[in-house]
């Protein structure tokens, strides 16, 4: 899933490193937020090569994965303007947490991924001079091309890169 530029560089597939670059420098308590361009050799209707991400760090005392839920859940809610809202958290698998969820929402009669999260792994806080005792936190990433089709009920994502004036003018 990776684009190798001439002289073997590689484009930067997700914002996670942000996070890891903003502990080494800061103290708990930490609360960001951090955007930005990505590129992965993927596209169909719900992904493209180049999309911008979102991700989100919480560390602090006593943080857990109930924390992660609400803010989640409650930032779909007022983004999608719904308390209807249904958000499922399937198990899965990243490097730098633990657990790890992969976030769903309903959509259609069916479920749409709308990102991955998870418990930041102990052993990453300690890599960063936290002491994992003391401190806990979540993380959690986000497209937000696909956020805002399933907000404006856009069945192709690619729409948003074709520069189409009919397309532009239903927002």
Not at 78 to 86: I, K, M, P, V, W
Not at 157 to 169: A, G, S
């Amino acid at each position: 899933d990776t684009f190798y530029v001439e002289g073997g560089h590689v484009l930067r597939t997700h914002t996670s490193p942000i996070q890891v670059r903003y502990m080494e420098t800061h103290a708990p308590p930490i609360k960001i937020i951090a955007p930005g361009r990505v590129y992965r050799v993927d596209s169909d209707a719900t992904h493209s090569p180049m999309f911008h991400q979102c991700e989100g760090l919480w560390i602090g005392e006593n943080v857990s994965f109930k924390d992660l839920k609400v803010v989640f859940t409650d930032f779909c809610r007022r983004f999608f303007e719904t308390d209807e809202l249904e958000l499922r958290f399937r198990p899965s698998f990243f490097p730098f947490t633990e657990p790890s969820a992969e976030i769903d929402m309903s959509w259609n009669g069916g479920w749409i991924e709308m990102g991955g999260a998870g418990m930041v792994d102990p052993n990453v806080l300690q890599a960063v001079g936290y002491d994992p005792d003391e401190y806990t936190g979540f993380a959690f990433g986000l497209g937000v091309e696909r956020i805002t089709a399933r907000r404006h009920n856009v069945t192709d994502i690619r729409e948003f890169y074709k520069n189409d004036v009919r397309f532009l003018h239903q927002f």
